[in-house]
């Protein structure tokens, strides 16, 4: 269900006892036959080598590849240049010379393959805090670190290759969630009736009725047996048009349609005005139901305590708000902001985006990456709250049935188009990417 995704702490404890020239050794051949796997017809290679193992390694790449018949040395001229500059350990900005030679890196003609990570990329948390390689490939060796996978360092990296050079897999703090995941969402069983996995959507408001309209069919497309619909009495008439199997209820009778729910996913097109505000602090007050809390339902959000499993869903602007920072300080920031939301919210926090991180306190975080660039469309965030609702009402914890939920997302949203992809393709495409698992 899960993949190392190691720290550069972690990476240093996984060489500790080994042969440090035999490592070298093992990576630099791997780095040179992924550079001759990539670039086949380059016949001229280059490398930029800091003074530590990563530089080592470009080194034994550069022999390995003068081996193969090809011309290599250090320096920035050939067909292709191997970033071996700095390596896991890096943190901060790099200095003034350093940012002159990547510039350098970045600016020249030839394909950039860099070892473990971009130079300039945080292993630790992928953020980017000055100058940093953009690679069209990047080797890194053993295992993933989280640099490689979450933004923004992500997108310095290229196509990612991972490969082994001889050393044990330890536990990591961290880790890179699989498809397998999905194996973990119970099935129907013989004695299960439609109220045994029930969801409950509080939203719907009038000209947001769409949202909530997402968010229940996708709770039906999860796998949950039982939809209501909690709505303003007045955005009623457009869901019983749009909403067939679902059933529906005003919003003032919420407490009353939560008796028979078995989680809820309160937001999609709630509205955000005081009284909209005071029902959600009452629903995750007042119920011990578990929750998914998205959209409308995190402006002005306090944390609440609770004991039940709870997922909040931000994009980065809502998490930007709850933390009371700018959107751009999360963005450049997601690996802290995340974990930073989940403390002081006390629950899981999933912020969405390019990787997908789920962070819950006193846990390390599960990184969702490569979900599909087509998934960035209007409702697909409604999409992901009914689905995780729909998981949650299943009886999974917050933790996996937020990762889960992701996941099922990506997944089905590779069956749709990779163009003009709309959220209601997501959603039907759910059933067949649950099946697959």
């Known amino acids: 269900m899960q993949a190392p995704l190691y720290t550069a702490v972690e990476m240093k404890d996984a060489e500790a006892g080994h042969d440090v020239r035999e490592l070298m050794e093992r990576a630099g051949r791997a780095v040179a036959e992924e550079a001759l796997r990539h670039f086949p017809d380059a016949q001229s290679f280059g490398a930029v080598c800091g003074g530590g193992a990563n530089g080592g390694d470009a080194r034994i790449a550069l022999e390995a590849l003068r081996a193969a018949g090809r011309e290599a040395d250090e320096g920035l001229d050939g067909d292709v240049v191997i970033d071996g500059l700095f390596g896991t350990g890096f943190h901060g900005e790099p200095r ?120 229940a069919e996708a709770a039906f497309r999860a796998d949950a047996g039982y939809v209501a619909v909690a709505a303003p009495a007045d955005a009623l008439p457009v869901l019983e048009a749009r909403l067939l199997e679902a059933v529906k209820r005003p919003l003032d009778e919420v407490f009353d349609a939560v008796e028979k729910a078995g989680a809820l996913a309160i937001g999609p097109g709630l509205g955000r005005d005081e009284g909209r505000r005071e029902l959600v602090r009452r629903l995750l007050e007042e119920t011990e139901l578990p929750a998914v809390v998205d959209a409308d339902a995190l402006f002005g959000l306090e944390p609440v305590r609770r004991s039940a499993p709870t997922v909040l869903t931000p994009h980065a602007g809502e998490l930007a708000r709850l933390l009371g920072v700018e959107s751009e300080w999360v963005d450049a920031h997601r690996f802290k902001a995340v974990r ?85 393709d997501v959603v039907n495409a759910l059933p067949d990417a649950l099946d697959a698992f």
Request: aromatic content about 2%.
């Open 96 to 215: 003034a010379d350093a940012s002159e030679v990547i510039a350098q890196m970045n600016e020249a003609e030839a394909h950039v393959l860099s070892v473990d990570l971009p130079s300039g990329v945080d292993a630790d948390t992928g953020e980017v805090a000055g100058a940093a390689v953009r690679a069209s490939v990047t080797v890194t060796l053993h295992a993933p670190k989280v640099g490689n996978v979450v933004a923004p360092g992500s997108f310095h990296g290229g196509e990612l290759v991972v490969r082994d050079i001889g050393l044990e897999h330890s536990i990591s703090e961290h880790a890179l969630v699989t498809t397998t995941v999905l194996g973990l969402i119970p099935r129907k069983g013989p004695g299960d009736t439609k109220y045994s996995a029930s969801v409950l959507v509080v939203g719907g408001a009038p000209g947001l009725t769409g949202a909530a309209c997402l968010a």
């Open 340 to 424: 930073q939301a989940a403390d002081a919210f006390g629950c899981t926090c999933l912020l969405k985006g390019s990787d997908t991180l789920v962070a819950t306190p006193g846990q390390g975080v599960l990184v969702c990456a490569g979900g599909p660039p087509s998934l960035a469309t209007a409702g697909t965030g409604d999409v992901l709250t009914g689905t995780i609702a729909a998981f949650l009402a299943k009886g999974l914890d917050a933790r996996h049935a937020a990762a889960a939920g992701a996941v099922a997302c990506a997944e089905a949203a590779r069956l749709g188009p990779e163009r003009g992809l709309v959220a209601s």
